[in-house]
């Protein structure tokens, strides 16, 4: 009997601090909806926790229309989107010959990659502005996705490197004896097998590229390049902020990252799981 009533309490004591974590995580997203409904005066004279007297819809059209936030989410998908797909592809391609493929060269190009890891991007921005100014490539998406991708690729290949590394290397030369091709092996073998290694790599590289924010800034001036973060920061300024067009583009801008988490819980879950397993 005190069995149960000791696994009833623990089960009690564990939902309850479930809750509280649960209303924790919501709570700021409730809030910053609400606010978004107000005007800015009113969000200034009244209590911060108080209702909208009148709810104010116009922010969000204001927002999408007039401050271009279309064109700015638009941007974000495109970079977000071919930067995740590109670093996985590229990024476990190099993973593959850095394990699988004998070369003199491989540990000399493998450290150099893995040096990158250690740069900050406060390091690099004034010669990366420099080159991209020679080059024509500033105020270009391009000119944007390289260095998105190059900034990215590093933690690629140490993540996938040292997880290709354990796969057994018999199941690759039973392939190269049936006559696959290298590109076939890893198409068909290894990136099947290294899924989990890759869903947490899109997870990082897809929150760092949605919220990316300093170099962006530095690489374009104007809206038709520029992604959700520069359009937000458009509604603050040294003397006033237009708070509650602010919180409804911040709204619009956290959407797409509930829905990614949404539809990919279950691979995010896996993917997390099995890459903490395997480290």
Not at 57 to 85: C, D, E, K, M, R
Not at 86 to 112: D, E, Q, R
Not at 170 to 175: G, K, L, N, Q, R
Not at 196 to 201: D, G, I, R
Request: hydrophobic fraction near 50%.
């Amino acid at each position: 009997m005190d069995v149960r009533r000791n696994n009833i309490g623990t089960q009690i004591a564990i939902y309850f601090v479930m809750a509280i974590f649960t209303v924790l995580a919501i709570y700021p997203l409730l809030w910053l909806v609400i606010q978004s409904f107000k005007t800015t005066q009113e969000y200034l004279t009244t209590s911060k926790l108080s209702f909208p007297s009148r709810w104010y819809g116009q922010n969000y059209p204001y927002v999408w229309g007039v401050a271009h936030f279309g064109t700015l989410f638009l941007n974000s998908i495109v970079y977000t989107a071919i930067t995740v797909i590109t670093t996985i592809v590229l990024g476990f391609m190099a993973s593959f010959a850095f394990a699988k493929i004998p070369n003199k060269l491989t540990p000399l190009l493998h450290g150099l990659f893995i040096i990158g890891i250690l740069l900050t991007l406060q390091s690099i921005l004034v010669p990366l502005f420099l080159v991209e100014m020679s080059t024509n490539l500033l105020n270009t998406r391009l000119g944007v996705l390289i260095p998105y991708i190059g900034l990215a690729l590093p933690m690629a290949i140490y993540l996938g490197t040292d997880f290709i590394r354990g796969i057994p290397g018999a199941i690759i030369e039973s392939a190269r004896i049936d006559g696959a091709k290298y590109l076939r092996i890893f198409s068909s073998i290894i990136l099947p097998m290294a899924a989990p290694v890759a869903m947490t790599l899109g997870i990082i590289t897809f929150t760092g590229t949605w919220n990316e924010f300093l170099l962006i800034t530095i690489l374009t001036d104007h809206y038709s390049t520029q992604s959700i973060p520069v359009g937000i920061s458009k509604f603050s300024g040294a003397l006033a902020s237009d708070y509650s067009r602010q919180f409804a583009a911040l709204v619009m801008g956290v959407i797409p990252m509930i829905l990614f988490y949404v539809i990919f819980r279950k691979q995010i879950t896996k993917g997390v799981a099995a890459g903490a397993v395997k480290g």
